[in-house]
């Protein structure tokens, strides 16, 4: 292989050195992605449904542009960090690869070496660049990068599940990557945007307009795998993860965005309530919730582990937030979650529960919706089980314990009521916070 058939072959035909270095399922659709991505001109987008190797057809081009535009400066942006370093981890493994170093030794006459290697980072011994800025640097939204510049900025993945259920999140995202004009070389820089869509109100909004291949057309799934997929995925996840498209599911009762507050002052005095799993596929879910006139402020978290490993974390947080007695079914269990929580301190309130599970969640959550704020730091996966919960739903156990927190808050007439906590024990924890 002569140099300009070795250039010719990285810069035509991508999908093929992705085959040499391991990634055989790469078809021409791909390499179509990959020409785009080291030969277009000017920003683009690309959504790509779940599984269709977006990121591995990133990683071989980033790993491209390192050998045949030494001297350019790449960022890549995922959400975090820790999202970051696994493509550049994958990034060092391709240049690593005896075919790469090989290619490279074709072209240039050098043995590959770098001379940069962490974790959001990597040079090589090709550049002649002296500005100090490694090849290819990675970081997640809201890294510093303060006086650095780019002539290639990616960014993947940068909208995710959090951006679908938060509208605080969404503009974040979308302030950040607003802030990546000020780090791009506009003189022929690039920004190049790949991910899945998940909301109508996220940042893609603000991306040049998406080429978009979904579930049908890409035909690296058959009809059998798409069904699968159906099948378990609420439909509102799986038009976004597979059909790129943003739909509220016609049975789904939680169809508006949660709004969040930071002031957790705001559940001080209120009500907790466990909603226990004690084996199996259930989750544990634990509500803290307080009543302030005609709003409900709330904050919710979930494991899929049995009560009494967790039952120490939710008497911590309840404690944290002032938030008691504790409510908890006494069906299932005869009383003995009601028996633990009084051994360790935490005043229980058992009750024998009546209610059709549906009715009560599509009566006192449904009616009280659009007037909770809920606490940040409430787990994701909570939300989302009430963002997804239908009457079929697999899984109900956050939008039941919120169900309960609303109708005991709901049969108070204005939030004023006993707290659990003397005022004593109020002060003290007060302090400790």
């Not at 974790?119 to 090849?135: K, Y």
Request: aromatic content about 10%; proline content about 3%; overall charge neutral.
């Amino acid at each position: 292989m002569t140099r300009n058939e070795a250039v010719r072959f990285l810069v035509r035909t991508p999908y093929k050195f992705g085959h040499l270095v391991g990634f055989t399922k790469l078809t021409e659709m791909h390499n179509g992605w990959m020409v785009k991505m080291l030969s277009g001109e000017g920003d683009m987008t690309l959504q790509g449904h779940r599984e269709s190797f977006k990121t591995t057809c990133l990683s071989i081009v980033l790993t491209i542009y390192i050998i045949l535009h030494p001297n350019i400066r790449t960022l890549f942006i995922r959400k975090t960090d820790d999202d970051v370093k696994e493509i550049i981890n994958q990034v060092r493994k391709i240049l690593q690869n005896p075919r790469t170093v090989y290619l490279v030794s074709v072209i240039y006459g050098v043995n590959l070496r770098l001379t940069t290697d962490n974790a959001l980072e990597i040079n090589t011994n090709l550049t002649t660049d002296t500005r100090g800025t490694s090849q290819l640097v990675g970081a997640g939204i809201g890294g510093s990068l303060t006086g650095k510049h780019f002539e290639r900025i990616f960014t993947d993945d940068i909208v995710n599940l959090k951006d679908r259920r938060s509208r605080a999140e969404r503009e974040r995202t979308k302030l950040a990557y607003q802030e990546l004009v000020n780090l791009i070389n506009r003189d022929g820089g690039r920004i190049i945007n790949t991910g899945t869509p998940w909301h109508p109100e996220d940042a893609f909004t603000l991306m040049p307009p998406a080429e978009k291949w979904d579930c049908y057309h890409t035909g690296l799934m058959t009809p059998e795998q798409i069904d699968e997929k159906r099948q378990k995925m609420a439909p509102s996840l799986f038009a976004a993860n597979y059909e790129l498209l943003h739909i509220a599911a016609e049975d789904a009762l939680f169809k508006t965005p949660p709004v969040f507050t930071k002031d957790q002052e705001m559940l001080r005095d209120g009500i907790a309530h466990i909603d226990a799993a004690y084996g199996g596929e259930d989750f544990t879910a634990f509500t803290c919730g307080a009543r302030k006139g005609d709003k409900l402020y709330m904050y919710g978290r979930i494991w899929r582990r049995h009560v009494d490993t967790v039952l120490d974390v939710c008497i911590a947080d309840a404690k944290r937030l002032m938030c008691g007695p504790m409510y908890c079914e006494k069906n299932a269990d005869k009383g003995y979650l009601a028996q633990e929580l009084s051994r360790k301190g935490m005043t229980p309130a058992a009750y024998t529960e009546q209610e059709n599970k549906y009715v009560k969640i599509s009566t006192f959550l449904r009616k009280w919706w659009n007037n909770i704020e809920w606490l940040e730091g409430t787990d994701p996966e909570y939300i989302n089980q009430i963002l997804n919960f239908t009457e079929d739903a697999e899984h109900d156990d956050a939008p039941d314990s919120a169900s309960c927190v609303c109708r005991i808050l709901d049969r108070r007439s204005g939030g004023e009521y006993k707290s659990a906590f003397s005022r004593g024990e109020r002060e003290m924890y007060a302090i400790r916070r």
